[in-house]
């Protein structure tokens, strides 16, 4: 498995890419940072070769928008290591 995180987008200067490749799939979840600091936001997630559409890049903006102004509509997430990840 391989990432990278790609540069922002031309218009859409505060969301950035990540591209996963896994099992021959390109997986690109879209995000941004914040809106605290040391936060990270996921807003969209595609599966796609290619250049995004400008629609996709619009829904991750305006998802962006949404966490930026309404912080309860994140939900955050712990990050567990080892024996019982992801059991409560």
Not at 1 to 25: C, D, K, N, Q
Not at 48 to 74: F, T, V
Not at 79 to 85: E, L, P, Q, S, T
Request: no cysteine; net charge positive.
């Amino acid at each position: 498995m391989a990432a990278a995180v790609r540069e922002r987008f031309t218009g859409w200067p505060e969301i950035y890419e990540l591209r996963v490749v896994s099992a021959g799939s390109q997986y690109r979840p879209i995000f941004f940072y914040g809106p605290g600091r040391g936060e990270v936001t996921l807003v969209h997630g595609a599966i796609e070769k290619g250049k995004l559409s400008r629609r996709e890049l619009d829904y991750a903006d305006g998802n962006r928008k949404i966490a930026q102004d309404d912080r309860r509509r994140i939900t955050g997430h712990v990050f567990r290591f080892g024996a019982g990840a992801g059991k409560p």
